[in-house]
């Protein structure tokens, strides 16, 4: 092997290991029995397992990031589902080394790492805000997106833990809750709302938007929510206007 | 001073110090010179800095827990606003301890500040699933309430970066954004839903929850929205159905 090659080689052995362990549990011993390679060679190439730690990382990062690249052909919802499924996909394949990475408070954790998170969840926003194709998004959006992804950060770090759902339910329901949270943002600020309706009127009944609204009209049939959210949307003034006296 | 009371001031003082800054950039000497103490008696009561750090935080955690205590009366959304006034009245004094904690990659993470994090945000979740009052919460319940914890925790170190809305519309905004989280995880759980419809009953128009579902409404004002979103409504095989031959 050249020198390239036996570097890149370690790299890929210390991240497939650091991908199924927490980083307290490799050794750089462990990294040169899986790489054929003897303890000072490793050590030759990289000043210590942090160094390894933080390079598989960044490789790791790397790769993640390629993830989350999306033609922009087609409905946003679905465009979003098949993303997240190459992210969950991900998510399975590195999950003891994501959970660990993510947890925090590991003894690996360092400014370095850090950055790395860091960088990951801003090439996962950009992506996001490329999709949507808003010339300035405002800051409310730009909010509303981070807060997405630390949501999809946080339940698949749960979903590793208990595999309580099917992927697939995961990967829909990530993407509706996006959905969700882009309305919210919408009824607040009118410029973003016209885009919403662009953005509804490419949506396909079948995709998770439609799917979405399916569900949210069939609560609707639940006995009492259409009365109570009607007497919401009337509101307190015109609730007073019309049955003044009444406070029930 | 007795043991107890020097003990005590000096937590006090150093909590007071990695509110205002992040751990590396407080020393054993400032919060000697803050208590109005040595160094070697500042030694005296603790092994070191991380030690220190990590009682204080211990404090600060258990603060922040007590401000999520909220009696169980009246609407539950309104419950919440108060609890996030609380919060985020907490986040704004301890602003930049706070960020330094949860951005990782602090130089004084660790598993005892990692197990706070955890402990507060356990109490957190514990609080809100109380005020739902449901017997057996379901997983993707919990899942629901986990998440949006992480969405408050996000949402209010970004505001704490860039304060680009008034804190009372970030308040009713992480009420607002848990409500539809919650609509959205009841459109997917029958059980759930029935419960829905109790807590909407109970709500106020001049609620959050009102005031959410207001704005909502006002989205079906907007060209095109309401067209599109009947359109999802319907359902793909209803719209094959109609319009045999059509795609558009």
Request: hydrophobic share 45%.
């Amino acid at each position: 092997m050249s020198v390239d090659e036996r570097r890149e080689q370690l790299i890929a052995v210390a991240l497939e290991l650091f991908s199924r362990r927490p980083p307290e549990e490799v050794s750089i011993d462990d990294i040169a029995a899986a790489a054929g390679a003897s303890r000072p060679l490793v050590y030759h190439y990289f000043p210590g397992k942090q160094a390894l730690y933080e390079e598989s990382l960044r490789r790791a990062g790397q790769e993640l990031s390629a993830r989350f690249e999306e033609p922009a052909d087609g409905p946003l919802s679905e465009r979003l589902y098949r993303v997240m499924g190459r992210y969950l996909d991900f998510v399975q394949s590195h999950g003891p080394g994501f959970a660990a990475l993510l947890r925090g408070g590991s003894v690996a954790a360092s400014p370095g790492t850090s950055a790395v998170i860091d960088e990951v969840r801003r090439a996962a926003a950009d992506q996001i805000l490329s999709h949507l194709a808003i010339p300035a998004p405002s800051p409310g959006l730009r909010l509303t997106v981070r807060a997405w992804i630390a949501n999809a950060e946080i339940t698949s770090l749960e979903w590793l833990g208990e595999r309580s759902v099917p992927l697939e339910e995961l990967q829909l329901h990530l993407v509706q809750e996006f959905v969700a949270a882009l309305t919210l943002t919408a009824a607040r600020e009118p410029a973003l709302a016209v885009e919403l309706a662009g953005f509804f009127a490419a949506e396909r009944p079948d995709g998770p938007t439609g799917r979405l609204v399916r569900d949210l009209a069939g609560l609707f049939a639940v006995p009492g929510i259409t009365e109570a959210v009607t007497a919401l949307a009337v509101g307190a003034d015109d609730v007073a206007a019309q049955e003044p006296g009444s406070d029930g």
